[in-house]
């Protein structure tokens, strides 16, 4: 009776425990991924991402100074990049709780990271808006992140994963902690 009830309280979606259903099949993720990544934020200067519900799979794009540049200047700033470029990150990570600790310090989970793509070939343009006033602990900005025409290479053996676009907005310039 107590294993019933047990089951019965478990969440919608989520698989009982010891039910491996609804695990991710890492080496299964293929071309229009991107439909199941429903969730976007962002962070720091600057961290954008998209992710699905189950935090099993996600895409993150970083790089440096963006928003810093935006408030020098005290209006938007666009910048496009070619992909790869060393000045920024594009992966596609698949496992576990995998966005859990990208803008966040309190760590409740384990991040498990089974297979990651990065970005070999493509675009990436990124306008950074000031939102706010800049204090000693924040820089506020809305961030708009457009991927174009990328191909994402698999860390291991595998095909190259097409991402034709993909669009992130999110506020950033707040730092985690």
């Not at 919608?12 to 695990?23: H, K, V």
């Not at 200067?45 to 100074?65: E, M, N």
């Not at 200047?73 to 859990?100: K, N, R, Y």
């Given at each position: ?87 920024v990150e594009v992966a596609l990570q698949a496992g576990e709780h995998v966005t859990h600790v990208v803008c966040n310090d309190a760590i409740e989970h384990e ?67």
């Amino acid at each position: 009776m107590i294993l019933l009830l047990l089951a019965a309280c478990q969440p919608p979606g989520d698989p009982a425990p010891g039910d491996d259903t609804g695990a991710l099949d890492v080496h299964a993720v293929e071309a229009g991924f991107e439909a199941a990544l429903v969730y976007e934020g962002g962070c720091a200067d600057v961290v954008l991402y998209r992710w699905s519900p189950d935090d099993t799979l996600a895409l993150l794009f970083r790089t440096t100074g963006v928003v810093a540049a935006a408030h020098a200047v005290g209006g938007p700033v666009t910048t496009t990049w070619t992909l790869p470029d060393p000045a920024v990150e594009v992966a596609l990570q698949a496992g576990e709780h995998v966005t859990h600790v990208v803008c966040n310090d309190a760590i409740e989970h384990e991040v498990v990271v089974a297979r990651t793509w990065r970005a070999g070939a493509g675009s990436a343009s990124l306008t950074v808006t000031p939102t706010g006033e800049a204090t000693e602990w924040e820089l506020p900005a809305r961030g708009e992140l457009t991927l174009s025409d990328v191909v994402l290479d698999p860390e291991d053996d595998g095909d190259p994963i097409p991402l034709p676009s993909l669009a992130v907005t999110a506020g950033v310039g707040w730092f985690p902690g």
